[in-house]
């Protein structure tokens, strides 16, 4: 009996060892303990978090506000309310032109671009500016006048229903220019130009410079002048450091000349760096000095060239770019 007893309380007090140790207690216990762990790790960073800043509320004086208030009232006052509504203005006038521009059915602005490139067609390659935007006015015109009976009726000339010659009508009438924009039609306008002659009266003109030395009185020279005459010296191969060099040579050659030979008494010097201009096949360069004789010379060309001239030699320019000279010797 006794032994029984004995081994009965020692089973008993292992089953209560191994109830106290099962695995939920421990689960339970581990869970604690990182939770334990978890908040002093919190702790320990809350702690060094630093302290937020104190927000220190300005005071301000009542001068310090009087000038605020007086700036604000500044402000207001100086605002361009007159500017502003007018701004308002047109943007709701642009906006009514837009929406009206994007009433005008593709098909409408595609026949009346047809119609409009076929008006300016008729004037051929050589209308200028004015005819043709007097061509576009006056198609304008018709058509709007077409426009307008056929609004009121149920056909036109023009094939169109009462709606699209409505729109049209309005397009013709309020959006002429906006049209034209959206079909792609753009005709230079023209500048008027008018020279205004600001010199004083009786004030001298002012003298063209010659570069080089001053020209001896008997070479007589003439500015934008080209001499005719038999050529003494080929000036395609005779060049002149300036135009009193050119003059000198023709003196000299004249001066020196041999029994029988042409005496120079005409000389034609090319002053441009560009060059001068000649209706004959070569190109005259800069410098380039022509030694004449004339029993009784004659001016090929002066100042400028005609416009009849020009017209059969598109090359020519406007002014007369030789210098030339009839010598006294």
């Known amino acids: 009996m006794a032994r029984g007893i004995a081994r009965a309380a020692s089973f008993g007090g292992r089953a209560t060892a191994a109830g106290w140790f099962s695995y939920r ?21 809350t702690s060094f978090a630093p302290a937020p800043k104190r927000v220190e509320v300005v005071q301000y004086t009542e001068e310090q506000i009087r000038r605020v208030e007086e700036s604000i009232r500044i402000r207001r006052e100086a605002e361009p309310v007159e500017l502003v509504q007018a701004v308002k203005k047109l943007r709701k006038v642009f906006a009514r032109e837009e929406k009206r521009r994007k ?13 409009l490139v076929g008006r300016l067609n008729g004037l051929g390659d050589n209308g200028s500016a004015i005819q043709q935007r007097e061509a576009l006015e006056s198609w304008r015109v018709e058509t709007l006048k077409e ?16 709606e699209e010659a409505r729109l049209l009508k309005r397009a013709l009438e309020f959006n002429w220019h906006a049209l034209l924009e959206d079909i ?17 009266e009786n004030e001298p003109e002012e003298e063209e410079i010659i570069a080089g030395p001053p020209l001896h009185p008997q070479c007589n020279t003439e500015l934008h002048a080209d ?7 080929w000036g395609l191969t005779h060049h002149k450091e300036s135009a009193a060099d050119c003059c000198q040579a023709c003196l000299d050659q004249a001066r020196n000349a041999k029994l029988g030979e042409l005496k120079c008494n005409i000389w034609v010097y090319c002053p441009s760096e560009f060059g001068c201009y000649s209706p004959d096949k070569y ?9 004449k004789q004339a029993d009784q ?4 060309f002066k100042d400028k060239y005609s416009e009849s001239y020009r017209d059969s030699h598109p090359r020519a320019p406007v002014v007369v770019p030789w210098m030339s000279g009839v010598t006294s010797a």
């Open 297 to 300: 010379p004659k001016l090929n």
């Open 25 to 45: 207690r421990i689960t339970v216990a581990v869970c604690l303990a990182n939770l334990v762990a978890a908040l002093l790790v919190l702790r320990s960073l």
């Open 103 to 115: 009433e005008l059915p593709l098909e409408l602005k595609l026949r009346v671009s047809y119609e």
């Open 184 to 200: 792609g039609l753009w005709i230079s306008p023209e500048i008027p130009h008018t020279e205004h002659d600001d010199k004083p």
């Open 283 to 291: 190109e005259h360069k800069h410098q380039e000095c022509w030694l």
């Open 227 to 233: 001499y005719g005459g038999a050529a003494v010296r």
């Open 147 to 162: 426009a307008k009976s056929a609004s009121t009726q149920n056909s036109s000339n023009l094939g169109l229903s009462s």
